[in-house]
């Protein structure tokens, strides 16, 4: 980031003082719950970055591609055992226990594609997929994102809660990063 040449140093401390917590789009209230978050976040249009053959659904192969763009944070296209922890534990849960030295085969420090797919684990997929007709809607999707951070299932994204969402909003070309994936299996 390049500051202004005239920037106070008083403005610079407040940029730099912005809480890492990620941030929601703009004009998200979080009292409107589930309708609210499902109208937003499909507008920023995550499910069709994700649906690369565009038939309007997402598959698994789909699904399993979109979340390694995701837990991929820095876009190299290798998850790094940082990375892998993080997404873990966002996903799983701080008691998660996989082991990324198990799961990176080729021993190269990090998981690539094939490494990804071959561990492939399709909990989300199949528990976010409520008709279980084997491809995700739109809403499905957002349901089960909405559900996924919405820890203590009281129907409300607390600010910590927003947390999950670390990365999402930042402006990223989602289409691009997953594209550049392609597929994990
Ligand atoms: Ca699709
Ligand atoms: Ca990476
Ligand atoms: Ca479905
Ligand atoms: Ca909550």
Not at 21 to 41: E, I, K, L, P, V
Not at 56 to 73: C, Q
Not at 157 to 184: C, M, Q
Request: proline share 1%; no cysteine; aromatic share 18%.
């Amino acid at each position: 980031m390049t500051f202004g040449k005239f920037m106070t140093a008083t403005a610079v401390a407040a940029l730099l003082a912005v809480p890492a917590s990620a941030q929601m789009w703009d004009g998200y209230d979080r009292n409107t719950g589930y309708d609210g978050f499902n109208s937003g976040f499909n507008e920023m249009g995550y499910h069709d970055a994700w649906d690369r053959d565009a038939d309007g659904m997402l598959n698994e192969r789909e699904f399993s591609t979109g979340l390694y763009a995701d837990w991929d944070t820095d876009n190299d296209v290798r998850i790094t055992e940082v990375e892998y922890t993080r997404g873990a534990e966002r996903w799983y849960g701080a008691d998660y226990d996989g082991d990324f030295d198990l799961l990176d085969e080729e021993g190269t420090g990090y998981l690539d594609q094939n490494e990804w797919g071959s561990n492939w684990n399709n909990e989300y997929f199949t528990s976010w997929d409520g008709d279980n007709d084997g491809f995700l809607t739109a809403d499905e999707y957002s349901t089960g994102v909405y559900n996924t951070a919405d820890l203590d299932r009281d129907q409300y994204i607390s600010i910590e809660e927003e947390g999950w969402f670390e990365g999402w909003f930042d402006g990223d070309d989602i289409e691009a990063e997953v594209r550049e994936v392609g597929d994990t299996w």
